[in-house]
């Protein structure tokens, strides 16, 4: 494309863009005012006023929050819009079942049917968040998960893999956080600990202090990092470089191999699916660089960010990816739209002869402080050598 070509696509992009942000605003605001407060209910005027001002309000406002929070580094104005989304969310979906309860109410007259079902949608939003919430920020709860890779040698067998990822440091001070979870990830006694990706949501200035608590991380055998697609977001190096400082082995395209009673594996790491495009020099995930001078008979464990890049491990013959990125679909349903762009949303998974994948809901939480139905996870994986 010529550079005249690109002043022309630009605006275009960006009108289309804004199309695209003004109908979802219009869809998450739009359907619950016209469900919950126009249609149905018959409310008496002042409750009609107050609930279309707040959709409208809220309505209005999104855009510019998101814009200012996320496109300006707002951290205040990030905090209101991302909470902003969440509930909108929540609310959509809710409204969207509760024209369930309306066909199972038929025998109940309108506008009480219609006013039931509005105060049972929001009540059920009201609880939701809440709960959403508190499981957001508390501390993730350990999963474990024996893992049978069938060329790992003897001196390797219950090797323990603590996985990490999704941390997101962000808007939200989770200093304190971010402290507990790596007590949490110590408490375990890892050999090996993995973070495959997407520390922060901002630059290492920003989150450095949210970051912190990861240098004191314990591993026997190594500890690991690769970048995600929010890296690519601010200063993807500058993440690459201050893990390296807090002492971990950043796999930015390579290996290293560790070694317990005679027995060996290869830790290799790949960059995130979206380096490439980003267009920073010298990014992109390439397991072909990571494998280099790797003995060939000796399994492998790979950290890829997102599970879409097993395809590639499956070709290659790893034995175990590891990998993030889907937070489980953080808030229900949203799981589904996930599964569109994803092979896997979460667990064990098997592709192709060799290659297991193990598909973490993540640590943290980006944007809406929200995690419903999609819990937080310290994954703790047991490699067992086979028989």
């Keep these: 494309m010529t550079q005249a070509e690109e002043r022309v696509a630009r605006p275009r992009n960006r009108r289309v863009f804004l199309v695209i942000v003004l109908a979802v605003v219009a869809l998450l605001f739009g359907v619950p005012w016209w469900l919950l407060v126009l249609a149905g209910p018959q409310w008496p005027v002042p409750v009609f006023v107050a609930g279309t001002v707040v959709l409208a309000g809220a309505a209005i406002s999104l855009p510019w929050l998101m814009i200012l929070g996320h496109g300006r580094g707002r951290d205040r104005a990030a905090r209101i819009g991302d909470t902003v989304l969440g509930v909108a969310w929540v609310l959509f979906t809710w409204t969207v079942l509760g024209t369930l309860a309306r066909l199972a109410l038929l025998w109940v007259a309108d506008p009480l049917r219609s006013r039931l079902v509005a105060g049972l949608v929001v009540a059920v939003v009201v609880a939701l968040v809440v709960w959403g919430n508190v499981e957001a920020m508390r501390v993730p709860r350990v999963r474990r998960v024996d893992v049978v890779i069938p060329r790992l040698g003897a001196g390797l067998d219950g090797v323990r893999v603590v996985l990490l990822a999704d941390t997101h440091y962000g808007p939200i001070d989770?200093?304190?956080?971010?402290?507990?979870?790596?007590?949490?990830?110590?408490?375990?006694?890892?050999?090996?600990?993995?973070?495959?990706?997407?520390?922060?949501?901002?630059?290492?200035?920003?989150?450095?202090?949210?970051?912190?608590?990861?240098?004191?991380?314990?591993?026997?055998?190594?500890?690991?990092?690769?970048?995600?697609?929010?890296?690519?977001?601010?200063?993807?190096?500058?993440?690459?470089?201050?893990?390296?400082?807090?002492?971990?082995?950043?796999?930015?395209?390579?290996?290293?191999?560790?070694?317990?009673?005679?027995?060996?594996?290869?830790?290799?790491?790949?960059?995130?699916?979206?380096?490439?495009?980003?267009?920073?020099?010298?990014?992109?995930?390439?397991?072909?660089?990571?494998?280099?001078?790797?003995?060939?008979?000796?399994?492998?464990?790979?950290?890829?960010?997102?599970?879409?890049?097993?395809?590639?491990?499956?070709?290659?013959?790893?034995?175990?990816?590891?990998?993030?990125?889907?937070?489980?679909?953080?808030?229900?349903?949203?799981?589904?739209?996930?599964?569109?762009?994803?092979?896997?949303?979460?667990?064990?998974?098997?592709?192709?002869?060799?290659?297991?994948?193990?598909?973490?809901?993540?640590?943290?939480?980006?944007?809406p402080p929200l995690r419903i139905f999609a819990p937080s996870e310290i994954t703790l994986l047991v490699l067992r050598a086979a028989g």
């Excluded at 990014?283 to 003995?295: F, I, K, V, W």
């Excluded at 996930?338 to 667990?347: E, S």
């Design 174 to 367: 989770r200093t304190r956080w971010s402290r507990r979870t790596t007590a949490a990830v110590n408490a375990l006694e890892p050999d090996i600990v993995c973070h495959a990706g997407d520390i922060a949501d901002g630059t290492v200035d920003a989150r450095r202090t949210q970051a912190a608590p990861l240098g004191d991380v314990r591993a026997r055998l190594a500890r690991v990092y690769v970048t995600g697609n929010h890296e690519y977001f601010g200063e993807a190096q500058a993440w690459l470089d201050h893990m390296t400082s807090l002492g971990w082995e950043s796999l930015h395209n390579r290996h290293v191999v560790v070694s317990r009673g005679g027995a060996r594996l290869v830790l290799a790491g790949v960059d995130d699916a979206t380096a490439r495009a980003s267009g920073l020099p010298g990014h992109g995930a390439n397991l072909e660089s990571a494998l280099a001078g790797a003995a060939p008979e000796l399994p492998v464990l790979l950290l890829a960010h997102q599970p879409r890049q097993v395809r590639h491990a499956a070709a290659a013959g790893v034995d175990l990816q590891v990998s993030g990125h889907t937070h489980g679909g953080q808030i229900w349903p949203f799981h589904y739209l996930v599964r569109v762009d994803q092979p896997t949303v979460h667990g064990l998974s098997r592709h192709g002869e060799r290659t297991q994948l193990y598909t973490t809901r993540g640590a943290g939480f980006w944007g």
